[in-house]
């Protein structure tokens, strides 16, 4: 493989990453009742507004999960399956196969969103603690629903919170999962970062 094409690979797998990210964060902002006047909040919704209103408009939501956003994350996760399947030589996959290839990627996408949100959860935690900062409270407002039915689960352990452990098992187990779901899709490696 060239240079340039391993450019364009690299390139290519960032904007459609990026743009997978933004719309699953907005759909799950919204699932979780986020605080929609967090200026990041406000940055995302003004970022993604082109092409989830008018997509609204046909695809309304069902209950809190915002399809309109869910449907984009796959629509960009597709097309950049198909085009990496394109550079690495493969021609067009079969749709069927592109849309359980989506899936996975999607469903891979939200494992990775919320991994890295914990993490950066525990960061500032230790680092700013009660802090003010939209970055933090929107990390909260994230992982917390996530997190909470394990702190439930365990006993207090004196300001000490094993829950984001519990919940980083869980997401290996998923992944483990996901791995072979797309081993049994036959989803070539590099398609899906994180796969």
């Given at each position: 493989?060239?240079?340039?094409?391993?450019?364009?690979?690299?390139?290519?797998?960032?904007?459609?990453?990026?743009?997978?990210?933004?719309?699953l964060l907005r759909m799950i902002?919204?699932?979780?009742r986020a605080d929609f006047?967090?200026?990041?909040?406000?940055?995302?919704?003004?970022?993604?507004?082109?092409?989830?209103?008018?997509?609204?408009?046909?695809?309304?939501?069902?209950?809190?999960?915002?399809?309109?956003?869910?449907?984009?994350?796959?629509?960009?996760?597709?097309?950049?399956?198909?085009?990496?399947?394109?550079?690495?030589?493969?021609?067009?996959?079969?749709?069927?196969?592109?849309?359980?290839?989506?899936?996975?990627?999607?469903?891979?996408?939200?494992?990775?969103?919320?991994?890295?949100?914990?993490?950066?959860?525990?960061?500032?935690?230790?680092?700013?603690?009660?802090?003010?900062?939209?970055?933090?409270?929107?990390?909260?407002?994230?992982?917390?629903?996530?997190?909470?039915?394990?702190?439930?689960?365990?006993?207090?352990?004196?300001?000490?919170?094993?829950?984001?452990?519990?919940?980083?098992?869980?997401?290996?187990?998923?992944?483990?999962?996901?791995?072979?779901?797309?081993?049994?899709?036959?989803?070539?490696?590099?398609?899906?970062?994180?796969?």
């Open positions: 493989m060239t240079a340039a094409a391993e450019i364009t690979i690299m390139l290519l797998n960032t904007i459609i990453s990026l743009a997978i990210t933004a719309f902002l919204q699932l979780v006047y967090n200026p990041i909040c406000q940055f995302l919704v003004k970022a993604t507004n082109p092409l989830v209103i008018p997509l609204r408009k046909i695809i309304p939501s069902m209950g809190k999960i915002d399809t309109a956003s869910l449907l984009l994350a796959l629509i960009a996760q597709a097309v950049g399956i198909a085009l990496l399947f394109q550079l690495y030589g493969g021609g067009f996959p079969n749709p069927a196969q592109l849309l359980i290839w989506s899936v996975i990627g999607v469903c891979s996408a939200i494992l990775n969103l919320y991994f890295f949100a914990i993490i950066g959860n525990i960061i500032m935690s230790w680092v700013a603690q009660g802090g003010a900062h939209p970055a933090a409270q929107l990390l909260y407002q994230i992982t917390e629903p996530v997190m909470a039915p394990f702190r439930k689960l365990l006993p207090a352990m004196g300001g000490l919170d094993l829950s984001p452990i519990f919940v980083f098992l869980c997401i290996k187990v998923l992944e483990v999962v996901l791995r072979h779901g797309a081993a049994a899709a036959a989803l070539p490696r590099g398609l899906i970062m994180g796969l």
